[in-house]
């Protein structure tokens, strides 16, 4: 693609480059489609690129991203080529100049190269980004003092980030670049609008607005907002009140020295009326609190945790005949889960009762980045979270348990 094909935002970036440049942007912002760009024709700070008969080296995280980037680049150089090999990863242009692929896992990546640029795709996403930009990247620059381009959508403070910070200290060779994704004039601005909408306000942030996001703390906003007095907060005060009111029970069991939560939901009023914990309580008498609480609220249907010993406690449950589902926890369902009732708070739709315990959980639970992107969902070193886990299970499900036309209408709103 010719650089008056890019769009402003992109241009913007090549006019500011240095020869070492992070460019953090939002999804879809065109990243890959400017690193091909300049895989092509070069940036200022490099000594040429294909176009120039020089040779490139491309780097992502996997296979998958790699695989992707192979065939984007047969597209965009097509008329170009004069051989591929698929087994090397390398495509030879009439130029001169060759395109090679690499995973940033790959300890040999780059070996015996020499590049004039160096792309490297999805930086946020390596782990491993680091030992092979020191000892397998960097080296390929060295004979042509080529240049060197960090493209990525923030995730948390990794390697990536620092590197982003290079820009300030070393201000003569390296470059930082951002924008959001609605800086790509190819996108419809009501599909970032609509995203903004679907999402947790943070998750929002760094995807498209490229905010690279410090871990910990701080996942639930405006807990105390939540807070209403009018709901009691004796879990026992609570029994089935008034007619016409649809019931959720939902179960976090004990874990070694975790608590075991029992927590009923209003839903029509998308309000907790009852959380309970207890721990140090043999499984008998945790079925026969549930089944308690069942009978104050005989028409709630029961979500039960599945995990570990989940499992064989619901089977004693079902054959009991109370209304039980599981809810399998993994990690992928588990964010799910928090990232909804995240947005809940967010959106002020949940009300809780004033109970001590569970509000601190609620303000203490914690976001962590794993260095290689992703976030995992906990409470702090020594706090507990069975009771945000509790509702976020119970939430999560709060439509099933509605009469269906009533369900329907407020999923709507
Ligand atoms: N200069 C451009 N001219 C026309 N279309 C463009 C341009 N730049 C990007 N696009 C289009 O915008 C979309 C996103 O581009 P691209 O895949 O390069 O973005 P990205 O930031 O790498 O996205 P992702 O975050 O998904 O990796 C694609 O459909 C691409 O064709
Ligand atoms: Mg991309």
Known sequence: MPNELLHTGQRQILRTAKRFNTVACGRRFGKTT???????????????????????????????????AWRQSLLFLKPLIKRTDKQQRRIELVTGGALDFWTLENVDAGRGRKYGVAVIDEAGLSRTLEGTWDAAIRPTLTDKKGGAWFLGTPKGRNFFWTLSQRA????????????????????DPDEIEQAREDMPESIFQQEYLAAFLESGGGVFRHVTAAVDHTLSADPFAACMLLDGRAYLISVDWARHEDFT?????????????????????????????LTELHKRFPTAPIVCESNNMGEPLIEILLNAGLPVTPFMTTAQSKSDIIQTLQLAFERKEIRLPAIGWLLSEFMAFEQLRRPGGGISYSAP??????????????????????????GARLNNL
């Open 34 to 68: 400017l690193g091909l760009a300049i895989a092509y024709s070069g940036a200022p700070g490099s000594p040429g690129a294909l176009r120039d008969g020089l040779d490139v080296g491309w780097f992502a995280h996997g296979y998958k991203l790699l695989d992707e």
């Open 168 to 187: 300030a200290i070393k201000p003569e060779t390296w470059a930082h670049h951002t924008a959001p994704s609605a800086a790509n004039p190819h996108i």
């Open 261 to 289: 939560v029992l927590t009923v939901f209003d839903a029509k009023a998308r309000a907790v009326v009852s959380c309970q914990r207890f721990n140090e309580t043999d499984y008998i008498t945790q079925l026969a609190r």
């Open 381 to 406: 070193p020594g706090g507990h979270d069975d009771g945000v886990m509790s509702v976020a299970i119970g939430w999560s499900r709060l439509f099933e348990a509605l009469p269906k036309t009533m």
